[in-house]
């Protein structure tokens, strides 16, 4: 098997919206990771640390998988032509064309969610239908070639379900094994309905302004 994954970056993005399911994708057998931006400088994430890409979006090959990480950062790609070109031309042929957290909104901005059942973070979901897309609740949710993936940590997740289609579940299994990943968080609060309401209001005001940032440049991008 070979397979070309390429990974959109762009400034403010959230760093493990990427590298979770980097780390899990870059372990099928055949995989060749690409990691696209515009140019070949450092891209800042959201929490300080600078990411490398290793080709720009005017050399980045075909691709067989895209996946498109989220952040704060969808709003200055949403409303760059360039970054949402890439995405239009590289997912029309991709095989399977997917995204983590708010990267689903990127998606709908360039057009690709048109008619699809999505998912994204769970502060951003009513704005799927805005982007085109059916709104769905679920962690990972698959329509067709189109898998999306929950908020942040809902990309390994996806990942998974992904390599598991791919390389078979043995396969994916061992991938799990040899990442360790055997999930037991001291909160069981890391979804809406089990969050405390205290928490969950002072997190939703807390998105409140990107939010409408982001409902904003969704609806210039597809006008």
């Not at 997912?91 to 360039?110: H, I, M, P």
């Not at 897309?133 to 949710?141: K, L, M, Q, T």
């Not at 069981?188 to 002072?202: V, Y």
């Not at 302004?209 to 991008?221: D, F, H, L, Q």
Request: net charge neutral; with cysteine.
């Amino acid at each position: 098997m070979s397979l070309s994954i390429g990974f959109v970056l762009f400034p403010n993005v959230t760093q493990l919206d990427f590298t979770g399911p980097l780390q899990v994708l870059n372990r099928l057998p055949g995989a060749t990771t690409h990691i696209a931006a515009k140019t070949m400088a450092p891209v800042p994430t959201d929490c300080g640390l600078a990411l490398v890409p290793t080709v720009t979006f005017a050399d980045c090959p075909p691709l067989d998988i895209i996946c498109v990480p989220g952040g704060f950062g969808i709003i200055g790609a949403i409303a760059d032509e360039e970054t949402l070109s890439f995405v239009r031309d590289r997912g029309r042929a991709a095989k399977y064309v997917t995204s983590v957290c708010t990267g689903a909104l990127v998606l709908g901005a360039a057009g690709m969610l048109e008619g699809k059942r999505a998912t994204t973070h769970w502060a951003y979901r009513d704005l799927l239908p805005l982007a085109g897309a059916i709104r769905s609740d679920e962690r990972v949710c698959r329509d067709g070639n189109l898998l999306t993936g929950g908020g942040v940590t809902a990309g390994i997740d996806f990942a998974f379900t992904l390599a598991a289609e791919l390389a078979g579940r043995k396969a994916a299994e061992a991938i799990q094994l040899g990442l360790e990943y055997d999930p037991a968080p001291p909160f069981a609060k890391g979804s809406p309905a089990l969050a405390a309401p205290e928490t969950l209001d002072n997190l939703t005001n807390r998105y409140a302004g990107p939010r409408e940032e982001t409902r904003k440049a969704i609806e210039r991008s597809r006008r």
